[in-house]
């Protein structure tokens, strides 16, 4: 395999586990909103406990997806990298 095969096949990653990641963030999103009120006392504090969770949770992991994002394309533009050629083309249309 080479590197611009490998740095394709990373790409292809990074997007299909973004793409989970936002069909995820919609699930739980969509099942919080449509859930039914508590019926207890024990009930609505394991809901508190769930939803302290996931605002830790949530943000922390698309953090990690937005520094993967941002290393991903700072590679592609990089001197030597898959999107070099198309960024010097570019410099050169605009010059």
Partial sequence: MTH??????????????????????????????????????????????????MLVVIPVITAIFVYAWIGMLRQQAAPGGPGAARTEERREKTA
């Fill in 4 to 53: 611009a095969e490998k740095r394709r096949r990373d790409l292809a990653d990074l997007r299909r586990h973004t793409l989970i990641w936002i069909g995820a963030l919609v699930w739980i999103g969509g099942g919080y909103a449509l859930q039914d009120p508590a019926r207890d006392a024990y009930d609505a504090a394991e809901r508190a406990a769930f939803t302290y969770a």
